[in-house]
């Protein structure tokens, strides 16, 4: 095996001076938190202060060759200077994505929060894990507070959840759940006893639904997709339909995934009317409002929603319109049996010990399928208390005023041809340079248009101006999709949005 | 649904005021910079400098009732000004655990890294999603990189890898992607046209190992349990012969978990005999090396490991053993075959456009079961590059040192009893205080041996100065488990922790 070890040095000499002194401790604390200091200014410099500034890139764009090489990745046997290594601080936070720029749309996650980013911050330092109240008194019991708040905005007065790592992994809880709660042998006898089950939600849903299928041992083939109606929103009847279906074939429909907020065109599943198929054929409705969840805050809006709290989940990540910080994805439960532990709890002894000398129903880590699992609450926690419920409803309506906004100037403009009205902050458009103008009929449109955005987004990212995302979407060809929520985003850089884009695509 | 609407404030005259200003944005940015600098100034006090003082405590025992209150957790509908909230900072950090304190023996993540938690801050303000070249250009590219010296160090030139949230989802990832290698079709038609499958453990391994059969829909009595020998090593005879009794039975094993560091005591299985069995049967050999894959780093110590390089998988948690911070954990797989992205993708053409103007396999978001991914390589990047190869060998040296060191204590103390020499820097063993020593025969020795720990664990807790876990294991009643890894320790810590143990349970 001595040939397979990949780094060596003369250790000798080293190993009689240091291995031995054991009264002293491997750590430099004064060393360290210098360089804990310097990077912190690195940070604030490099990345809040140019890195939210419009005068400044939103990305400095490199070949992966070129940045391979400017980066000098490889890992050593021999450690590095400071000074070296922080100028390895500031090179990661140059080539990297200033995602926090006020023209970054090209995520469902953008900007920044200053007290969440204390709070991730200070999440960091405490380093702890959120399975014990031993280890982690202060979070267990702000883990339930947070997600008794987000209840609350569901319409539910009591109930269980947990924050999750990502929003897919939020859905495939709910879906491990509703499998659980018909069939509780599953856990113990897999899913050969069973009959075949089935998953219903729309061809717009998240990609998760299919994933998570897979992961289950359900498989995408049991993953039957409702129809939408033209603005991508599953159709109830349908829905009716397709269960009645599934049943007349044998299988066993468990759950229903709608969705609050699709990924591309920001749809608003009809929650109420979908909630009337499920009861009648007594399935798990799981919303995934990952993206659209927000949405509750806002008293203006929140109607996009209207009969979430006839759900059985809901999936909601305030790493998103929240701008809480990657990730902050919770479950909401409606359940008061305590599923959510019955469902997953392995009983470990070492970890969850009976004769602990605290209520050991503060354990809460036996309630998730994984085992370290991240503080995230922390973050919107802080958040939520400086801004309040009202400032983050704020947030909200100005996501959505900036929008119609949005919109507006682009009806005004002739190169911009939307998919359609948005329901929620995606907004789905066409640019048609003026080349194509007027030229709708021709045989090889479609074709030229789909080249269009790939060409305005490989300049955009090379000259680092600003970012936002394309895809096709069924039969439509590639359109950009510009969502706009960030905190740090004003009218002006949506002036500034339009008025790009035809500078870069003008020629086209 | 109005009624459902918790939280409520007057917002007319606010509305007027502040939604239509488009042209400014919410944030404000000098104020969010100063509340971030005053809470990295509480961080350096509070979290590393008095959480790592062995002057200080290592926690403030808080009933939950009471630190409830002390916490005032209510999210309310109004905000809160900067001095309240910096004061919720300093209640956060006084009331959460120090777990980097060196009197922080309670679980296997411990102690601090400065070069980590400073790539740490970066990743946080960096914000972003390891999915795209197009969002994580460096991170993408470094994550290809320190999966390749991981990789080098389990003895591969080639192979695959991701970081996953947690030991536990590499565990299962791996039993993913050893169910899809045998058979395809799972993942689009599930697992009922299947046989019945079966994965191999010992009783020692962790619970992940049953929690994902569970999730994946195998079922945990499809978990067959191997014995292991004295020290908790899985025994190759056994394992040869549950698998021919569970083919003879008409299921299908396909897949073995082995454990190089069992959670308790620490032990590793044999795993060059282990692979002769596996490759007999042709069984997938994954090694949940969460816990001591980082002895790899030791030209001394990695002989435990040794066989490593014969597995198909390998999972392993820097955030444990080398401080490299929650979560940080990889799953190293030998496959060169694209299995990962094969198994796991659903080629969302939102995210994963095939027309992009760079190379699309850099878009590692495929890969992945969930959607969102924490960047979790900067911080052992960093850490690593600061240290070398040779300083993280030095990390782990020491602790087997320090271990060494500790277990010639204890057998120089009466009262301590040892379960068995360690293999590893788990240090098992009964407090036997002086009442109970030599009455070894009598009727009601193991029940009262059974309550010594848990006291001494609630009073250390009550008085702050230190953490240490306790368990049962098998017959074995509940004794402790002391993990001695972290660079903070010194010689000092060690004498301290006997001598603390014996003053809290002397009276026994």
Redesign the interface.
């Known amino acids: ?2 040939n ?4 060596s ?1 003369d ?1 000798q000499t ?2 009689a001076a ?3 002194e ?6 430099d ?1 004064s ?3 210098l ?3 310097e ?2 200014k ?3 410099e490099e ?3 140019k890195g ?1 500034d419009v005068k400044e890139k939103v ?1 400095e ?4 060759e070129e ?2 090489l400017l ?1 000098d ?8 200077p400071q000074h070296k ?1 922080l100028q ?2 500031k090179d ?2 140059k ?3 200033k ?2 720029h ?1 023209r970054f749309f ?2 469902q ?1 953008a ?5 969440s ?2 709070g ?3 999440t ?6 959120l399975f014990t ?10 883990e339930t ?2 997600l008794r ?1 987000l209840r ?2 569901v ?1 539910w007065t009591e109930g269980d959840g947990i924050f999750c ?5 939020s859905n ?1 809880y709910a879906m ?1 759940l509703a499998r659980y709660r018909l069939f509780p042998d ?7 006893g069973l009959p ?2 089935t998953i219903f939600t729309s061809p717009e849903s ?3 639904v ?13 993953v039957i997709l409702v129809k939408v109606d033209d603005g991508g929103r599953m159709r109830p009847d349908d829905l009716d339909e397709k269960i009645k279906l599934a049943k007349s074939q044998g299988s066993v429909p468990f759950l229903v995934s709608c969705t609050s907020g699709t ?2 065109q920001g749809a608003f599943d009809p929650l109420d009317r979908i909630a009337d198929v499920c009861e009648k054929h007594e399935l798990w409705m799981h919303v995934d409002a990952a993206w659209g969840g927000s949405v509750l805050f806002s ?1 203006q809006h ?2 996009l929603m ?1 009969g979430v ?1 006839r759900a059985n989940s809901v999936a909601w ?1 305030p ?1 998103k319109m929240l701008v809480a ?3 902050c ?1 919770a479950l909401l439960l409606k359940d008061t049996t305590n599923l959510l532990k019955q469902c ?1 709890s ?1 009983n ?4 969850f ?1 009976q ?5 050991v129903n ?1 354990d809460v880590g036996d309630k998730s ?6 503080v995230d609450c ?1 973050k919107l ?2 958040m ?8 983050l ?3 909200v ?2 996501a959505f ?2 929008v119609r ?1 949005l919109v507006e100037q682009m009806k005004k403009r002739e190169g911009f041809h939307l998919l359609g009205e948005p329901e929620f902050v995606n907004v789905c458009f066409w640019y048609i340079p003026p080349s194509l103008r007027g030229k709708e009929g021709t045989a090889d449109y479609q074709d030229r248009l ?2 269009v955005a ?1 060409v305005i ?2 300049r955009m ?1 090379k000259q680092g101006t600003m ?1 936002v ?5 069924g039969n439509r060809v ?1 359109f950009f ?1 510009v969502i706009v929520f960030s ?6 850089d949506l002036d500034f949005f339009l008025n790009e884009i035809e500078r870069l695509g003008n020629d086209l």
Chains 1, 2 share one sequence.
């Open positions: 095996m001595a397979m070890f990949p780094f040095s250790r080293k190993e240091n291995l031995h054991l009264n002293e401790p491997l750590t604390h060393e360290g938190q360089f804990l200091n990077t912190f690195i940070i604030m990345v809040l202060r939210t990305c764009w490199k070949e992966p940045l391979t980066l990745l490889e890992l050593r046997a021999t450690g590095e290594l390895r601080v990661v936070a080539y990297s994505i995602t926090s006020p090209n995520q996650f900007g920044v929060d200053y007290h980013l204390a991730r911050f200070l960091e330092s405490l380093n702890t894990n109240y031993e280890v982690a008194p202060v979070f267990v019991l702000m507070e947070v708040g609350q905005l319409g790592p990502g929003g897919s992994t495939m491990n599953v856990k113990s006898q897999g899913l050969w075949r089950l998240h990609y998760s299919k994933k998570g299928a897979a992961y289950l041992g359900i498989g995408t083939d049991n990924t591309v008293k929140r109607h209207k709290d990540n790493h910080g990657l990730q994805s997953h392995a470990a002894t070492y970890l010990q004769d602990k000398f605290y209520d503060l399928v994984q085992c370290s699992r991240k922390l926690w802080l939520w208390k400086a801004v309040g419920s009202d400032g409803e704020e947030r309506d100005k005023i900036h906004y789909a080249k790939p987004k490989e990212m970012m995302g394309y895809q096709p979407l590639n999709r905190p740090l985003v004003s009218q002006r």
